[in-house]
T-cell receptor, first 112, second 115 residues
Framework: GQQLNQSPQSMFIQEGEDVSMNCTSS?????WLWYKQEPGEGPVLLIA?????ELTSNGRLTAQSGITRKDSFLNISASIPSDVGIYFC????????????FGEGTQLTVNP | GAGVSQSPRYKVAKRGRDVALRCDSI?????LYWYRQTLGQGSEVLTY????????KSGRPSGRFSAERPERSVSTLKIQRTEQGDSAVYLC?????????????FGSGTRLTVV
């Protein structure tokens, strides 16, 4: 099936640093979603992008979908220890109904 | 509560046995998905259903995986003849909107270990 390539796989940063992660696909996704998952919990939606080139912010989080709809990035500014978790990108193809395809996840560790 | 709840949180099953995992979604939500999440990999769809469908529509045809939806806000994922490769976290997600990819609410998952 369709896959999303997410990178980096893991990141170790100092508190206060900015973080960037991205996802790419060979197919077009008309919806891009970014989720955060903490240990023992399910993914929680952070940002949803529904248009090509859309840029959306949620507090210290900023996400954008590419013009071609084949990629998306998530930025976290001024990271804090509670940002620790696994961040997943997810996409929905026009032809797949409401089914989501997930990236492999980026494990973020923030050192105080 | 207002969220999606899954039970049990942890399940250990002997290889070859059948297991059933429960999901209580949010009242009024139409679409319900079951995903399997494996360490180091993304989540894959197992099955999904619309509340007005009499039968589940499997997103990933498999003879061993099936889902029942006895009530609109309840779904049971059944795995027959479990294999060690079935060890994973099983996530349930629901949405009030029909046919949309955003706005899903996930449960905390059931961690299944097949021994």
């Amino acid at each position: 099936g369709q896959q999303l390539n997410q990178s980096p796989q893991s990141m170790f940063i100092q508190e206060g640093e900015d973080v960037s992660m991205n996802c790419t696909s060979s197919s077009i996704f008309n919806t891009w979603l970014w989720y955060k998952q903490e240990p023992g919990e399910g993914p929680v939606l952070l940002i949803a992008l529904y248009k090509a080139g859309e840029l959306t912010s949620n507090g210290r989080l900023t996400a954008q979908s590419g013009i071609t709809r084949k990629d998306s990035f998530l930025n976290i500014s001024a990271s804090i220890p509670s940002d620790v978790g696994i961040y997943f990108c997810a996409g929905r193809e026009e032809t797949s109904g409401s089914r989501l395809t997930f990236g492999e996840g980026t494990q973020l560790t923030v050192n105080p | 509560g207002a969220g999606v709840s899954q039970s049990p949180r942890y399940k250990v099953a002997k290889r070859g046995r059948d297991v059933a995992l429960r999901c209580d979604s949010i009242s009024g939500h139409v679409t319900l998905y079951w995903y399997r999440q494996t360490l180091g990999q993304g989540s894959e769809v197992l099955t999904y259903s619309q509340s007005d469908a009499q039968r589940d529509k499997s997103g990933r045809p498999s003879g061993r995986f099936s889902a029942e939806r006895p009530e609109r806000s309840v779904s049971t994922l059944k795995i027959q003849r479990t294999e060690q490769g079935d060890s994973a976290v099983y996530l349930c997600a629901s949405s009030r909107k029909r046919g949309t990819g955003g706005g899903y609410t996930f449960g905390s998952g059931t961690r299944l270990t097949v021994v």
